[in-house]
């Protein structure tokens, strides 16, 4: 699997590439946008994590363009914390995912895999767990045709659970995908925030079957009959 790089900050681009090559992937780094442009245009790559504010070029006029010229390598755009508007831009310029700084490299790591699994030419995705489903286009949560207001953790959870469905995730899976490595997070974090999704996607169905569950002394999973 090849992956292209697109970050300015230094720092974080040979973190992530020394991360990735760990986990045996071939990857060039490049640090404007007109550079990752050209490599990019090759099509060579299976994925290209691509940063939002870039020298030269930013990442939604690289993405844009890379869209209009047919290349449909799968983008995961980097982006600042809190600013939703980016996201939104980013997804409609063509972007396949978005992850917001700072991040875990696990977090990062999972969402390289899951555009690399992903088949080409899909823009955006739908994530469905019986009559659950998530657009991560539009970031609308709906079940059973009823739209659900998420917060931000509480949406990351989800997605983190219905990007593994039917798995059985731990607590420390959870913690090192859906928080960010340096913050400080109580271990019983993880189950007030189940709760606070149970609240809002299975409590309000009673009368249809409950997606999330408990695996006592291992977990949570995400499950749904069609
Ligand atoms: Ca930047």
Redesign the pocket.
């Known amino acids: 699997m090849r992956v292209l790089i697109v ?3 230094h720092k974080i681009a040979n973190a992530v590439k020394k991360g990735l090559e760990q986990e045996a992937y071939a990857v060039d780094a490049v640090y404007d946008g007109e550079s990752g442009f050209d490599l990019a245009l090759t099509g060579a790559y299976d994925v290209i994590i691509l ?4 020298p030269k070029m930013d990442g939604i006029k690289l993405c844009g363009q890379l869209r209009r010229r047919q290349v449909h390598t799968p983008i995961l755009m980097l982006t600042a914390k809190g600013r939703l508007n980016d996201k939104v831009q980013g997804l409609n310029a063509g972007a396949d995912d978005y992850l917001v700084k700072p991040f875990a490299f696990a977090e990062l790591l999972a969402r390289v895999k899951a555009l690399t699994r992903r088949p080409r030419n899909s823009v955006g995705s739908i994530l469905t767990a019986g009559d659950l489903s998530m657009n991560t286009l539009t970031f609308e949560v709906k079940r059973a045709d009823r739209p659900i207001a998420l917060s931000r953790k509480e949406y990351a959870l989800l997605e983190y659970l219905l990007r593994n469905q039917g798995r059985i995730l731990t607590k420390d899976q959870i913690i090192n995908q859906v928080w960010n490595y340096d913050a400080d997070v109580l271990p019983n974090t993880v189950e007030v925030y189940i709760g606070y999704l149970r609240n809002k996607i299975d409590k309000p169905f009673r009368d249809r079957e409950p997606l999330i569950r408990t695996v006592r002394g291992f977990g949570y999973k995400i499950e749904g009959r069609r």
Do not use: A, F, N, P
């Not at 940063?51 to 870039?54: A, G, H």
């Open positions: 970050e300015d900050e940063d939002l504010m870039l």
